[in-house]
């Protein structure tokens, strides 16, 4: 297929992306026909993945609002995906102008987008980096410039840690982040679990194999390590729409079909 204008050079626009397909599960229309193809697949085969990715577009909205309201200024959004309605500088800023915000992702339409909104924005940026190098995240001039790690930030990494597998060590770049932010600071992840999952569901995660970044699942308990240390907000770490929802109907009938968990913890 030949390249839109707005795809930047030197991407495989044969090959489905995360980003894009969860671009086209929340509306968005940053995807090829590839991810599209992708996404249905996934959706005749559990609708209810779609269900998650949306819920988690909603925990995020929640979850920036708690912060901001619990007094954070200064977000680090790693993993951040191709902008959408809802995003983190948005939220923010809404309450507070100032706040700062740095968006970090891996993919290079998700960066382009995000350089494209953020242009005229002096109080956030996005850069191109791998959340397993967090050394080049946190030293990264536009961290320099914009985030003060002597006071608290939030890092929040939601739906991202699912993609890295076990070799790559997602603890250990958790654990950097932990260590470089100042006490007060709060991290806040979303994580894709096959905890009580129907079959169909487990198969249809199973289709990310097909992009460059295939789903990992992991269970409550190992996702509960990446919170070592920290104390956890209530209602501790739960499945999506369980995270402090803003009606019953964010609940639904059935939350703990929602094959993701997020929680929020603090550094005290
Ligand atoms: C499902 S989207 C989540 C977007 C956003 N955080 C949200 O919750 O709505 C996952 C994003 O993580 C990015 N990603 C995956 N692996 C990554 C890595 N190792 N480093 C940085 N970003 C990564 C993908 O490119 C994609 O944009």
Redesign the pocket.
Known sequence: MTRPSWAPPGIDLDRP???RV?DYF?GGMHNFEIDRQLADQISALSPQVGET?RA??K??RRCVRFLTEAGITQFL??????P?VGNVHEIAQDRNPDAKVLY????PV?VAHSEAILQDNPNAAIIQ????DPDTILSHPEAQRLLDFSKPIAV?????IH??PDEANPAVSVARLRDAVAHGSYLAI?HATQDGQPPEVLEAQKLSGRTS?EINLRTGEQISEYFDGLTMVEPGLVHLPLWRPDSPEDVGEHPELTGAYGGVGQKN
């Open positions: 992306s995360g980003s969860y929340l990715m988690n577009r925990m995020l959004d790693i993993g951040s995906g191709i959408t970090v992702d891996i993919d998700a980096a791998d959340f397993c929040l990494i939601l739906g991202v993609f890295v979303v970044t």
